[in-house]
């Protein structure tokens, strides 16, 4: 079975700072992975996905993540949070093969923007 | 460019009563899912679809139906509605194909008293 951790539930940062949201997996094989963003009372917008191929990955908006197999991990990072970055961030994992296309999510973390 | 649209948006139920949650999609796309958002919980499986005429069980099941007699339509029925189904209800689609990524409606947010 699949799992994503989160941590961290709350992450707070100063506008023009680095923001570093921590997600790490479990799967039995290197799966797909993704970041999805949540805004106030909006559905789930794709950000960035792994699939194959190259591990440091540029999203939307500035986001990328690196996939760190030895580590079992799929951080987001942005180089500058900007005001409009404010939302709820949500790690997910699918098996690369079969499952239905079965999203597995983390708890989210929830972004402040601060000025 | 409607991709996943869900009916309603907004719904209150009383305990014991039932309705059906819509979502549509126009991508033409082979698997279809829908999950419940609760806080601190994430986004957990309710039911999914691998194609017109099959569905299957997720992580939280019990509750609801789902069918799916066409590749643009997979309702999500609850039957006897209860407190703690109160929840954000989202559906998504995605190819499978080339493009693993799932697309989502904007969510219905259903309150049961």
């Known amino acids: 079975a699949q799992s994503v951790t989160q941590l961290g539930s709350h992450v707070s940062v100063s506008e023009g700072a680095l923001v570093l949201l921590r997600c790490n997996y479990s799967s039995s094989v290197p799966p797909y992975l993704f970041w999805y963003v949540q805004y106030p009372n909006q559905g789930l917008q794709l950000l960035l996905k792994?699939?194959?191929?190259?591990?440091l990955v540029k999203g939307i908006n500035g986001f990328e993540a690196e996939f760190k197999k030895s580590e079992t991990s799929f951080h987001l990072t942005k180089p500058s949070a900007h005001m409009s970055d404010a939302a709820e961030y949500f790690c997910?994992?699918?098996?690369?093969?079969?499952?239905?296309?079965?999203?597995?999510f983390g708890t989210g973390t929830q972004l402040k923007v601060e000025l | 460019n409607a991709g996943v649209t869900q009916t309603p948006k907004f719904q209150v139920l009383k305990t014991g009563q039932s309705m059906t949650l819509q979502c549509a999609q126009d991508m033409n796309h082979e698997y279809m899912s829908w999950y419940r958002q609760d806080p601190g919980m994430g986004l957990r499986l309710i039911h999914y679809s691998v194609g017109a005429g099959i569905t299957d069980q997720g992580e939280v099941p019990n509750g609801y139906n789902v069918s799916r007699s066409t590749t643009e339509d997979f309702p999500l029925r609850l039957l006897s509605a209860a407190p703690s189904q109160t929840s954000v209800y989202f559906c998504?689609?995605?190819?499978?194909?080339?493009?693993?990524?799932?697309?989502f409606g904007q969510g219905t947010r259903l309150t049961v008293v």
């Open positions: 792994y699939t194959t191929g190259a591990t």
């Open positions: 997910a994992v699918r098996a690369f093969t079969g499952g239905g296309n079965k999203l597995t």
């Open positions: 998504a689609s995605s190819s499978g194909q080339g493009r693993p990524e799932a697309f």
